[in-house]
């Protein structure tokens, strides 16, 4: 028995569900596009709008740095020349006083007593001040003391000459294993100061002359008497 072929009503019933099926496909993709469109678009203004933000942001502060200079950070090189006017440490014994440099911490005893007082910075940095009684020291005396431990000790240091206010001083500085010591020696009197700063070695040339900046804000004081000492006529 021969097949039986389809009607044409049947090959025109199915070539139009095949359009059909065509053309829904083809939406379906062009509404699938239409939306990775409306996604792309609101990613590129959700970008837009944090680049502007940004870039606000950066205005901001380069009109901030433009107006007040580079912001400093605290207890670094910066900060340190921008707090010399701040309030003064002042020696309980009236040896000294000073502008201690702003956002270091005072030590509230410092290790053996060696020194009358230290501060700690940041990056490991300290600052130690060391105030004695002298019968008469000379300066020449006070540089010879000097280079005679030095040469105890084998140690190779640069001595040059700065003043601490009107005060002649000897400077020195000495590479240690990490860090880099600055000294300054002076006399007021029957008083000998110590003052040393360690610093980074990779920070050292930067904080020098802000330490020797501070350095001018140093008072040297008097020797005081004790309480129950008898008032001379």
Avoid: C
């Avoid at 059909?20 to 509404?31: D, L, P």
């Avoid at 990775?36 to 970008?47: D, S």
């Avoid at 020194?115 to 300290?126: A, E, S, T």
């Avoid at 330490?211 to 804000?217: E, I, P, R, V, W």
């Amino acid at each position: 028995m021969a097949p039986r072929l389809p009607a044409d009503k049947d090959l025109q019933a199915a070539a139009a569900r095949a359009r059909q099926r065509e053309q829904a496909a083809r939406q379906r993709q062009e509404n699938q596009r239409a939306r990775l469109r409306w996604v792309i678009l609101l990613l590129a203004l959700v970008l837009l709008v944090a680049l502007m933000a940004d870039i606000r942001g950066i205005t901001h502060r380069l009109g901030r740095i433009q107006r007040t200079g580079p912001l400093p950070r605290q207890g670094d090189a910066a900060d340190i020349a921008q707090g010399l006017a701040g309030a003064r440490y002042e020696d309980p014994a009236g040896l000294f006083s000073l502008v201690p440099p702003r956002n270091w911490t005072r030590v509230p005893s410092p290790v053996e007593g060696f020194f009358n007082v230290v501060f700690q910075g940041p990056h490991g940095m300290d600052m130690g001040i060391q105030v004695v009684v002298t019968n008469g020291l000379t300066f020449d005396q006070l540089v010879e003391n000097l280079r005679r431990v030095e040469h105890s000790l084998a140690a190779d240091t640069h001595m040059d000459i700065a003043y601490v206010g009107a005060h002649r001083a000897v400077k020195r500085s000495v590479q240690l294993f990490k860090n880099r010591v600055l000294m300054l020696d002076f006399l007021t009197g029957d008083l000998a100061h110590h003052v040393q700063f360690s610093v980074p070695t990779a920070l050292y040339e930067e904080y020098e002359p802000v330490f020797l900046k501070l350095m001018q804000t140093y008072e040297p004081g008097r020797i005081l008497p004790a309480p129950d000492a008898p008032v001379l006529p």
